[in-house]
C-alpha cells in the first residue's frame, strides 16, 4: 500500500473546497478534487496543480447515483482505496427562507443536497475508505445548524438569517454524522461534523468575513485526527459546538 494518503473532497473547486484540497495537498496527499461541473473542477485541478498540490479531477453531481457510483470507480482505478472524505459540497436552496413563505423546492434542494448527497457519497465511499488504515469523514456543517445556538438570546450574527431549509439541513445533518459514528463505533473510522464560521463564498454573497483558507481550517484538522482523535463530534476552530 503506498503510504500516500488519498482524499476526496466534494465541492472542490471553489471557495472552502478548494482550500481544504489545496491545503491536503500541501500536507503531501493525492487530493480528488469533486466537482459538478468538470470544466470547472478541471480549471480548479490546474490551478492547484501549479500551487504544487497533487490533486486529480473527480467529476461529480452528489445528487445523482451514477455520477456518485462512476466517481468511486475513478477512485479505485486510480488509488484503491480513500483514506479521507470530506463531504463539502451545500447549497442554501435560495434565499430569503422565512417559515411562512418559503417554498418546499428550497427545503428540498437543500436536503437533497446537504444531506442525501452526504449520505449517497459517504455510502458509496464506504468500501474505499474501510481499505485505509485510518479512515476520516468530514461533514461540512455549520454552527447555524445548532438547536442550542437557535434557541438562545443571541443576534443574527450567531444564529444567521431567518432560515426554513438551509440551517434545518445543517441540524439533519449533525443528527445523520451521529448515527454514522454510533454505528461505525469500534471500527477505525472517524467521523465528525465541522463549521468553517462565517466565510466569504458565492453562497452567502460573499458577505462572510472569514477567509476560504481560514475556513478550511477545521476540516484539515479533523482529516487528519489521530487514531485515538474524536468522533461523532460537532466542531469549529474554537473546539466543540452545543448541538
Known amino acids: 500500500m503506498s503510504e500516500q494518503k488519498i482524499a476526496l473532497v466534494t465541492g472542490a473547486n471553489k471557495g472552502i473546497g478548494f482550500e481544504i484540497a489545496a491545503g491536503l495537498g500541501a ?31 473527480v467529476p461529480l453531481d452528489v445528487t445523482d447515483d451514477a455520477s456518485v457510483t462512476a466517481a468511486a470507480a475513478l477512485i479505485e482505478e486510480r488509488h484503491g482505496r480513500l483514506d479521507a472524505l470530506v463531504n463539502n459540497a451545500g447549497v442554501t436552496g435560495g434565499m430569503p427562507q422565512n417559515p411562512t413563505a418559503v417554498g418546499v423546492a428550497a427545503i428540498r434542494a437543500a436536503v437533497e443536497t446537504n444531506v442525501i448527497g452526504v449520505v449517497r457519497v459517504t455510502n458509496t465511499m464506504l468500501p474505499l475508505l474501510r481499505r485505509s488504515p485510518s479512515p476520516r469523514i468530514v461533514n461540512m456543517s455549520s454552527t447555524v445548524g445548532s438547536l442550542t445556538r437557535q ?78 482523535g474524536p468522533t461523532g463530534g460537532y466542531f469549529d476552530d474554537a473546539g466543540p459546538i452545543p448541538w
Open 27 to 57: 500536507l503531501g496527499w493525492s487530493v480528488g478534487v469533486g466537482a459538478r461541473d468538470a470544466g470547472r473542477g478541471e480549471a480548479a485541478v490546474d490551478k492547484l496543480r501549479a500551487g504544487g498540490a497533487d490533486v486529480f479531477a
Open 151 to 228: 434557541t438562545s438570546s443571541a443576534g443574527q450574527e450567531t444564529t444567521g438569517p431567518l432560515s426554513a431549509a438551509y440551517s434545518p439541513s445543517k441540524t439533519f445533518l449533525n443528527a445523520v454524522t451521529i448515527q454514522y459514528a454510533k454505528e461505525l463505533h469500534g471500527t477505525n473510522i472517524l467521523i465528525n461534523a465541522a463549521c468553517p464560521g462565517y466565510v466569504a463564498t458565492d453562497l452567502n454573497g460573499f458577505r462572510g468575513v472569514r477567509t476560504p483558507e481560514q475556513g478550511a481550517a477545521i476540516a484539515l484538522h479533523l482529516a487528519t485526527l489521530p487514531d485515538n
